[in-house]
């Protein structure tokens, strides 16, 4: 079942994760760039850390993406008029615009893919969808040592290439 699997994702991978509608947003901006622009939209004004911890990356990186942001206009920082060591983040009229672009392209891609499921076969795909994710931060958070011994227990099977 599992190979199964794999070869319907592997054979329908750029449908399931590159659609078509991404293209024209993907020349112009990274995927990170795109997730730290629907996480400021979600959040409002944000600081580097949150927005670094939201994003599961460290703050070098998180940096450089929102630099770029920046850059382009569609992200401005703010500093606290409180606590001038406090800085935030905040989307400009341009990377709104850009987030609705962004959340309607989305919300259509999620109504492509439960057209035609019953409400019940919805709810069933939401259930699944959330012990993958479940399966998913099981395994991102399990330590290197786990890993390891996983890869002890399956060891890998030597070939000799003439």
Do not use: C
């Amino acid at each position: 079942m599992a190979d199964s699997l794999f070869d319907l994702v592997l054979d329908n991978f750029k449908k399931i994760f590159y659609p078509e509608e991404w293209l024209a947003l993907d020349m112009q901006f990274s995927k990170a760039e795109l997730f730290a622009l629907l996480l400021v939209d979600k959040h409002g004004d944000i600081t580097m850390s949150q927005l670094a911890s939201s994003m599961n990356v460290p703050m070098s990186t998180a940096t450089g993406v929102i630099e770029r942001l920046v850059k382009n206009g569609y992200i401005v920082r703010v500093k606290s008029e409180t606590d001038r060591r406090i800085v935030t983040i905040r989307l400009t009229g341009k990377g709104t615009s850009l987030s609705e672009e962004l959340k309607d392209t989305l919300r259509r891609l999620t109504d492509l893919l439960v057209q035609g499921l019953s409400e019940e076969e919805q709810r069933l795909l939401v259930q699944i969808f959330l012990k993958v994710l479940d399966n998913l931060s099981r395994t991102a958070s399990k330590p290197a040592s786990d890993h390891e011994s996983e890869a002890a227990a399956n060891p890998l099977t030597k070939i000799e290439i003439e």
